[in-house]
């Protein structure tokens, strides 16, 4: 009996002895908490790709301070988790879009990427101005034909301003020779980066010393397109059901005043908010069009979404 005794007390102690470095493990004491971050998030530094390109023109990555910008880009950009999960998702429903567009024209399929970096692929506005997917001023957008006042605005129109843009860079591209300087004249002006070059003396977008905005500009196209390109390798996991896709529409064209955003909408089984989700560029819940000219309004096919009035 005292044996059995002994050996049940025994067991008792190991035991307790168990929960006691349980407890200390699953809790562990402050000198402890670095290893035990270490094993449940690591950050890593990567390994920059040999060689890198923006629509075919390649990097000098073996120049010390492109490649250390380029490593900056590709760590805030791929460390930026919920960020970059975002533009991949949205990326799914607009690429479709550009692509096409910026194909007629013969321009690189990288020049895609100025959209992201541009906007996040949202109709946005900038402290300066600049609105839409494109960011393009009120200036510039009437230059190259778009309405723009208070009750349109087709910097919001993806397919206009993306004809726009091209536009722009195929500008800028007879300008300089380059891509590269195609793309960062996007965001400085064909000016401000002739007037640099000029000033510099130098002939490549590489070679100038240019402010913190487009001097980063290229390199985070560049990032974004060796994420997006190869996203599993920078830590993305998702599956096709994960995207965003597009929501089929079909066109209708108006070319006569619209009183009533709200009843227009109600025609075709929408609300209003629905109406002007897929068409941001009326700004208002009206059509004034005193001059007759034809809108193509897209218009969500049925089974989209669900009204309840």
Same mark, same amino acid.
Request: glycine fraction near 6%.
């Given at each position: !009996?005292?044996?059995?005794?002994?050996?049940?007390?025994?067991?008792?102690?190991?035991?307790?002895?168990?929960?006691?470095?349980?407890?200390?493990?699953?809790?562990?004491?402050?000198?402890d908490k670095y290893s035990s971050a270490e094993n449940d998030y690591?950050?890593?530094?990567?390994?920059?790709?040999?060689?890198?390109?923006?629509?075919?023109?390649?990097?000098?990555?073996?120049?010390?301070?492109?490649?250390?910008?380029?490593?900056?880009?590709?760590?805030?950009?791929?460390?930026?988790?919920?960020?970059?999960?975002?533009?991949?998702?949205?990326?799914?429903?607009?690429?479709?879009?550009?692509?096409?567009?910026?194909?007629? %024209?013969?321009?690189?399929?990288?020049?895609?990427?100025?959209?992201?970096?541009?906007?996040?692929?949202?109709?946005?506005?900038?402290?300066?101005?600049?609105?839409?997917?494109?960011?393009? !001023?009120?200036?510039?957008?009437?230059?190259?034909?778009?309405?723009?006042?208070?009750?349109?605005?087709?910097?919001?129109?993806?397919?206009?301003?993306?004809?726009?843009?091209?536009?722009?860079?195929?500008?800028?591209?007879?300008?300089?020779?380059?891509?590269?300087?195609?793309?960062?004249?996007?965001?400085?002006?064909?000016?401000?980066?002739?007037?640099?070059?000029?000033?510099?003396?130098?002939?490549?977008?590489?070679?100038?010393?240019?402010?913190?905005?487009?001097?980063?500009?290229?390199?985070?196209?560049?990032?974004?397109?060796?994420? !997006?390109?190869?996203?599993?390798?920078?830590?993305?996991?998702?599956?096709?059901?994960d995207m965003y896709s597009a929501i089929p529409t079909s066109k209708?064209?108006?070319?006569?005043?619209?009183?009533?955003?709200?009843?227009?909408?109600?025609?075709?089984?929408?609300?209003?908010?629905?109406?002007?989700?897929?068409?941001?560029?009326?700004?208002?819940?009206?059509?004034?069009?005193?001059?007759?000219?034809? %809108?193509?309004?897209?218009?969500?096919?049925?089974?989209? %979404?669900?009204?309840?009035?």
């Amino acid at each position: !009996m005292r044996y059995i005794k002994h050996t049940l007390y025994s067991i008792g102690a190991l035991i307790l002895v168990g929960f006691i470095a349980l407890a200390f493990s699953s809790h562990p004491l402050p000198e402890d908490k670095y290893s035990s971050a270490e094993n449940d998030y690591n950050v890593y530094a990567l390994e920059i790709p040999e060689v890198l390109d923006f629509s075919g023109e390649v990097m000098p990555l073996q120049s010390p301070d492109i490649r250390e910008r380029m490593d900056r880009e590709l760590l805030v950009n791929t460390y930026w988790q919920s960020n970059g999960l975002l533009l991949i998702k949205r990326s799914h429903r607009y690429f479709p879009v550009l692509e096409p567009i910026l194909k007629s %024209y013969g321009i690189p399929d990288d020049f895609k990427y100025l959209a992201l970096i541009e906007s996040g692929l949202q109709n946005v506005t900038s402290p300066a101005g600049a609105k839409g997917f494109w960011q393009i !001023m009120k200036s510039t957008g009437k230059d190259y034909g778009l309405e723009i006042n208070s009750n349109v605005d087709e910097r919001y129109n993806l397919e206009l301003s993306t004809h726009v843009a091209c536009k722009y860079f195929l500008k800028a591209k007879e300008k300089f020779g380059s891509w590269t300087l195609a793309a960062a004249a996007y965001n400085a002006g064909i000016r401000g980066i002739s007037n640099q070059l000029d000033k510099q003396n130098v002939s490549g977008y590489y070679d100038l010393l240019l402010g913190e905005e487009t001097g980063r500009y290229v390199f985070r196209a560049v990032a974004l397109k060796e994420i !997006m390109e190869h996203p599993k390798k920078y830590g993305y996991n998702f599956v096709q059901d994960d995207m965003y896709s597009a929501i089929p529409t079909s066109k209708v064209e108006v070319d006569t005043a619209v009183t009533d955003f709200v009843q227009f909408a109600a025609k075709f089984g929408l609300n209003y908010k629905q109406l002007k989700l897929h068409n941001p560029w009326l700004r208002e819940g009206f059509l004034n069009n005193k001059s007759r000219k034809l %809108y193509t309004l897209e218009i969500p096919e049925k089974g989209y %979404y669900e009204n309840k009035n």
